[in-house]
């Protein structure tokens, strides 16, 4: 259980710099999320904070103590990685208890601590298997066994779900939150799904080009992004970002609406609004949406179409007759879902939000 | 049923083999005939005579004996030496950081492109200063340094395919480098280094030039066969018998070991590949 700050973080390999001046607080058995597009350093973060990667400059701080030229064991981490990393040629109970092994605990010592945490992950009756015996979620699970027989300061997950197929990815997200409401640990979590994410963290770190874009829980993320690229990345389907312009009356979208918004003059804006936050065919509709695709899943669709201006647009319909593709139906939103960005990508916030 | 050769890629194939056994045989029946019986060919059953003289006169002549122990213990030295540093060596060419790294590897890799003879005079104006003549040292030391060449390329290879995540792995685990060398990256690499072990055996088994040149007093056994064909009589059973003697050890050995030639890499990190 501890803090980990990392301050003024620098990594670069040679004049390629991968990460910059990047500063974050991880608070004491929080559940942060790194997210970000491949290549947005969110794995070499980890890396660094976990001590396989060296760091070029600034500090990495576990409970106030700069570890930068620490060893993995000396910072106190575990890691689980993406392909699971057993050895292959010990068996479950031998990779469990290797790292015990390897600080020289005793042998009843081991059996005991690897017996509890096999428990705990219900590997019991796997523990004289080989990894080659073993299906995806069971190598997992052995992999997070690993992890928690050192009972480590941190535990860092370096996308552990996604070779997992879509069902079992979803139940070992709730078995890992589980774990976490379990030990109370401080866990580190990277990962390039949204889902994931927003299900798991108490805080996400949104990360691009080697920065932070934003860091907040789920719910602020969702509702305040701090630019087009968070709002964009968080929520599925994606945000919609229709043009627009200002003007004395307000926002005028290209589509045709125009939001009461007081906004200085500039020419060329986006508004985002999302999927979910449409209405279809309800009282406040403020433009024809043509119809190309009709997404049906069960408890809600979602239609794929464009806009009058010829802008690509996804709408959920949560409730609503039948509307085939080709139909032409009106949609609107409340002007207050939807977030207005600069031609740049900044927010411009209005005196409500 | 599926997978089933046909019957007449069998027949090719017992064929091929049988063309392939002749000379064998040959020389098999070769060293229990009487010379006479077979100058003109040993197909030829003019007349037919089983005689074990030619293998109680080589026994008696030639030190055979004192050769295959010599053989044997240059051989088993040679691939012991190889078998333990080849691997440790590409583990620190392949897995971790320090100076010259890569000029080192590429000065071993290229004794790969020298040929034997091209060191035979320079090692022995060598071994000659230092004393080292007739000493088996003398042999050992270039069949181990120059296995280097191929033997750490070929494991370094494998290790090519080695996951990295089993090394750092390892690392979180707590291993230092020694550490993770021992436990984590030589039980999975043993197929490589198993091979290694055959070819260096077999090769170091039948080497011919080194032993000859610097050993005087003990010498393997097929410095022992050139010495029984390097005669000017109609030794041909004598012959056949040597080379029946220096041949056994590496048959069987291809024998027992083939299927480690065959042997991929075998280590993942589980993934789904």
């Known amino acids: 259980m501890s803090r980990i700050d990392l301050v003024d973080l620098n990594k670069s390999y040679g004049i390629f710099e991968v990460i910059s001046g990047l500063n974050l607080s991880i608070e004491d058995g929080s559940f942060t999320v790194f997210v970000g597009p491949s290549g947005c350093g969110k794995s070499t973060l980890l890396r660094m904070i976990a001590g396989l990667e060296p760091i070029t400059g600034g500090d990495v701080r576990i409970d106030g103590n700069r570890v930068n030229d620490a060893s993995p064991i000396e910072r106190g981490v575990a890691m689980v990685f993406q392909n699971y990393a057993l050895y292959p040629h010990m068996t479950v109970e031998q990779n469990i208890g290797f790292s015990l092994r390897m600080a020289k605990f005793g042998k009843t010592e081991i059996a005991e601590r690897v017996s509890e945490a096999a428990k705990t992950l219900q590997i019991t009756d796997l523990l004289k298997r080989k990894p080659a015996q073993l299906s995806g979620g069971q190598r997992q699970r052995v992999a997070i066994g690993r992890a928690i027989v050192r009972d480590p300061q941190a535990f860092l997950f370096d996308e552990p779900l996604s070779n997992l197929d879509a069902e079992l990815r979803v139940s070992m997200r709730v078995e890992i939150a589980k774990l976490h409401n379990k030990l109370g640990a401080t866990m580190i979590y990277v990962t390039h799904d949204q889902t994931e994410a927003m299900t798991l963290a108490d805080k996400i770190v949104v990360m691009r080009h080697g920065a932070i874009e934003q860091a907040g829980s789920p719910a602020v993320l969702y509702n305040d992004p701090a630019n087009m690229f968070v709002a964009g990345f968080i929520g599925s389907p994606r945000m919609n970002f229709l043009r627009a312009s200002a003007s004395a009356n307000g926002v005028v979208l290209a589509a045709g609406p125009v939001l009461p918004m007081p906004v200085s003059d500039q020419s060329d804006l986006r508004v985002g609004i999302r999927p979910e936050h449409f209405i279809v065919q309800g009282e406040s509709s403020r433009f024809d949406m043509h119809v190309d695709v009709v997404e049906y899943l069960g408890g809600t669709r979602y239609l794929y179409g464009t806009a009058p201006s010829g802008e690509e647009l996804i709408v959920e319909a949560r409730d609503l007759g039948s509307v085939r593709a080709g139909d032409s139906v009106p949609v609107g939103f409340q002007p207050d879902q939807a977030l207005v960005f600069s031609g740049t990508g900044d927010r411009i916030r209005t005196e409500r939000q | ?273």
């Open chain 2, 1 to 273: 049923m599926i997978g089933r050769a046909p019957r007449w890629a069998i027949a090719i194939m017992g064929l091929i083999a049988l063309v392939w056994i002749i000379p064998l045989f040959g020389i098999v029946v070769l060293s229990v005939r009487p010379v006479g019986e077979t100058m003109l060919g040993w197909w030829r059953l003019d007349s037919f005579t089983l005689t074990l003289s030619a293998w109680q006169r080589v026994w008696d002549r030639y030190p055979l004996a004192d050769a295959f122990w010599t053989t044997a213990f240059l051989a088993g030295v040679s691939t012991f030496l190889t078998m333990l540093l080849t691997p440790a060596a590409a583990y620190a060419f392949h897995f971790l950081k320090f100076r010259f790294r890569r000029l080192l590897l590429i000065v071993i890799i290229n004794a790969f492109v020298l040929p034997q003879q091209v060191v035979i005079i320079p090692l022995f104006r060598l071994w000659r200063d230092m004393g080292l003549m007739d000493n088996f040292a003398a042999v050992v030391v270039p069949y181990v340094g120059l296995s280097f060449a191929w033997s750490i390329f070929l494991v370094k290879n494998f290790l090519e395919d080695f996951p990295k995540d089993l090394i750092e792995a390892a690392r979180i685990d707590g291993c230092g480098p020694v550490a993770t060398f021992r436990h984590v990256v030589l039980p999975n690499m043993l197929s490589p280094v198993y091979a290694v072990g055959i070819l260096q055996f077999l090769w170091t088994w039948n080497a011919l030039l080194l032993p000859m040149l610097y050993l005087r007093t003990h010498v393997p056994l097929p410095v022992v066969l050139a010495r029984v064909a390097g005669t000017y009589d109609l030794n041909w059973d004598l012959r056949a018998v040597a080379a029946l003697i220096t041949t056994a050890v590496p048959l069987i050995v291809f024998i027992v070991f083939q299927r480690q030639f065959a042997a991929g890499s075998q280590a993942t990190s589980g993934g789904k590949e």
